[in-house]
């Protein structure tokens, strides 16, 4: 479980094809402190460290979780926000986050509002009803608030976020561009609501 404020922005140092995919990611944790088997959310993807030394960690990704994640993420050279699980009786900064993918943004437009820049993501109609103006929301592991929801006919639909300067500077987003892919995670509350709903439509039905 996570928070959505991320800690460190690591690189993929390197990428070897075994049975799954394996990442090697540089990082300015102190590993020794850091379990072989412990979570670390890599851009919004909870991952499990199966290898350390001083200055970096490595990661098994599976070809689903490559499939259901941002186009061109697990590349060496790439930077990845990185976040630690969650401690109990940690303070919850963000909103809880899981690390579960749930689909596949793109950037299509970047304004400046004063200091901030708004963001506008285009995703697909599956996800649409799960986010709200002023709900929560996980854009490539960061814990964000949704500010607009524009619904298009035909399908689709468009939502809007401020970037702050200090989250920009934290995070990868200090290079983010019209085009980019990012991961979007749906906030669990409404996760969970969708599908009680679901389940009350099919035994009403």
């Known amino acids: 479980m996570f928070t959505g404020i991320i800690s460190d922005i690591g690189t993929v140092r390197s990428i070897e094809q075994r049975g799954d995919l394996r990442a090697v990611i540089e990082t300015a944790y102190d590993v020794d402190r850091i379990d072989l088997g412990a979570s670390i959310s890599c851009s919004g993807v909870c991952?499990?460290?199966?290898?350390?030394?001083?200055?970096?960690?490595?990661?098994?990704?599976?070809?689903?979780?490559?499939?259901?994640?941002?186009?061109?993420?697990?590349?060496?050279?790439?930077?990845?926000?990185?976040?630690?699980?969650?401690?109990?009786g940690e303070e919850l900064g963000g909103h809880i986050v899981t690390g579960h993918v749930d689909g596949i943004g793109?950037?299509?437009?970047?304004?400046?509002?004063?200091?901030?820049?708004?963001?506008?993501?285009?995703?697909?109609?599956?996800?649409?009803?799960?986010?709200?103006?002023?709900?929560s929301v996980t854009l490539d592991g960061i814990s964000l608030t949704v500010n607009t929801v524009t619904d298009h006919e035909g399908g689709g639909f468009d939502f809007t976020v401020n970037i702050i300067p200090h989250t920009a500077a934290v995070t990868n987003f200090d290079a983010l561009g019209v085009g980019r892919s990012l991961n979007i995670e749906i906030d669990v509350l409404a996760r969970y609501l969708g599908r009680m709903r679901s389940v009350m439509e099919n035994h009403t039905s």
């Open 47 to 88: 991952l499990t460290v199966v290898d350390k030394a001083p200055g970096w960690f490595a990661v098994d990704i599976s070809g689903e979780t490559v499939s259901r994640t941002a186009p061109g993420q697990w590349s060496a050279g790439s930077r990845l926000n990185l976040e630690r699980a969650m401690k109990l």
């Open 106 to 135: 793109e950037v299509t437009a970047l304004e400046s509002i004063g200091d901030s820049r708004k963001v506008t993501i285009s995703a697909g109609s599956e996800l649409a009803p799960f986010l709200a103006p002023k709900g």
